[in-house]
T-cell receptor, first 111, second 113 residues
């Protein structure tokens, strides 16, 4: 069965600093990977996804993620964080039937 | 136009009551889902339907009964509500096929008192 691990429960960064959120997956076949963001009291918004091809994918709001098969990772990055990026971030893997989510990483941004 | 819409957004109800959450998608997708987010923000699938047929039922108590009158709607009915049912319930939809995104609704915040 597939699984997703997000090792960092909380991360705090200063506004303007770079960000990397870690995600490791376990899946037997080619993974379809997603990052979603959830602002407080809001729903889930898709940031980006990876299905095949270029291992560096660009998303909305200046986010990118890199798929590394050898490390079973799909880490999310942003070069310069804005205060409005404070939210919960979820990595997920899709197996053709359903999305399996990680436990999420809460991002706090210090001004 | 909201792609996946759920109603109500907030629901406070007493233990033992029966309640429903409605979901509609206007994306023309053939698959719809219900996910539950618990108090620790953990998201887990409950059900999925493809063209009105139940595909996934993930060890959810029988008190939860999804109903799909057509492929654009997937409603969730909950009988005899318990305190532990308090959570955020997300509806989602997608089109079957490689590379297709799952789109989520805004969530329904259920509080059982």
């Amino acid at each position: 069965a597939q699984s997703v691990t997000q090792p960092d429960i909380h991360i705090t960064v200063s506004e303007g600093a770079s960000l990397e959120l870690r995600c490791n997956y376990s899946y037997g076949a080619t993974p379809y990977l997603f990052w979603y963001v959830q602002s407080p009291g809001q729903g889930l918004q898709l940031l980006l996804k990876y299905f095949s091809g270029d291992t560096l994918v660009q998303g909305i709001k200046g986010f990118e993620a890199e798929f590394k098969r050898s490390q079973s990772s799909f880490n999310l990055r942003k070069p310069s964080v804005h205060w409005s990026d404070a939210a919960e971030y979820f990595c997920a893997v899709f197996n053709g039937d359903k999305l399996t989510f990680g436990t999420g990483t809460q991002l706090k941004v210090e001004l | 136009d909201t792609a996946v819409s759920q109603t109500p957004k907030y629901l406070v109800t007493q233990m033992g009551n029966d309640k429903s959450i409605k979901c509609e998608q206007n994306l023309g997708h053939d698959t719809m889902y219900w996910y539950k987010q618990d108090s620790k923000k953990f998201l887990k699938i409950m059900f999925s339907y493809n063209n009105k047929e139940l595909i996934i039922n993930e060890t959810v108590p029988n008190r939860f009964s999804p109903k799909s009158p057509d492929k654009a709607h997937l409603n969730l009915h909950i009988n005899s509500l318990e305190l532990g049912d308090s959570a955020v319930y997300f509806c989602a939809s997608s089109q079957v096929g490689v590379g297709n995104t799952i789109y989520f609704g805004e969530g329904s915040w259920l509080t059982v008192v």
